[in-house]
């Protein structure tokens, strides 16, 4: 079965302060893996994707992730964050073949000026 | 590219009673998926097409809950005497075709539904 753990509930960084949140993974096979924003009220914005080749991926927003396969791990980056970065954030997998994907439980982002 | 449309943004309805909701996803897309999501917890699969062909559906999904998508376009989600419990954010999202998925999911804004 596949399983996304996001270890932190709620996390609060300053403005312009660097930012890095934990993604950790459970797959039987090689991992289709992403990162959404979504805004209060609003549906999910992907941010990024993981499939194969590099295993650090540039998204949106001067958003950033690397694939660690022998820590099961893909975490979200940030080098300085902006108010407007605030919003909750979700680590999801998928397979190759398989249609659907696993989200975790997500990760509050709170920015202070 | 309209994105992924979902109506209505809303539904309030009494327990008992049946709601629809709708999905338009994006025209190119042959792949659509319904999710629900509650406070505090990321979205759960409910079940996805190919097409007009219902692959997978999740064991979320109980009887009371039937999704169609006659003609490979627009998606319909209904459910059955509502319970309190199905109170949630339904979400819909659309992915390209095989030959294109690692682009991901494009998600509609969503319906919340509050069954009192």
């Known amino acids: 079965a596949q399983s996304v753990t996001q270890p932190d509930i709620h996390i609060t960084v300053s403005e312009g302060a660097s930012l890095e949140l934990r993604c950790n993974y459970s797959?039987?096979?090689?991992?289709?893996l992403f990162w959404y924003v979504q805004s209060p009220g609003q549906g999910l914005q992907l941010l990024l994707k993981y499939f194969s080749g590099d295993t650090l991926v540039q998204g949106i927003k001067g958003f950033e992730a690397e694939f660690k396969r022998s820590q099961s791990s893909f975490n979200l980056r940030k080098p300085s964050v902006h108010w407007s970065d605030a919003a909750e954030y979700f680590c999801?997998?998928?397979?190759?073949?398989?249609?659907?994907?696993?989200f975790g439980d997500g990760t509050t982002l709170t920015v202070k000026p | 590219d309209t994105g992924v449309s979902q109506n209505p943004r809303h539904k309030i309805t009494k327990r008992g009673q049946n709601v629809t909701f709708r999905c338009d996803p994006i025209s190119e897309h042959n792949r659509l998926y319904w999710y629900r999501q509650t406070l505090g917890q990321g979205p759960e699969f409910l079940t996805y097409f190919q097409n007009e062909a219902q692959l997978e559906k999740s064991r979320l999904l109980s009887d009371r809950f039937s999704a169609e998508r006659p003609k490979g376009s627009f998606s319909t989600l209904e459910i059955q005497r509502t319970e309190q419990g199905d109170s949630a954010m339904y979400l819909c999202?659309?992915?390209?075709?095989?030959?294109?998925?690692?682009?991901?999911?494009?998600f509609g804004s969503g319906t919340r539904l509050t069954v009192v």
């Open positions: 999801a997998v998928g397979g190759v073949s398989a249609g659907k994907s696993t």
């Open positions: 797959y039987g096979a090689t991992p289709y």
């Open positions: 999202a659309s992915s390209p075709p095989i030959r294109d998925r690692p682009k991901g999911y494009t």
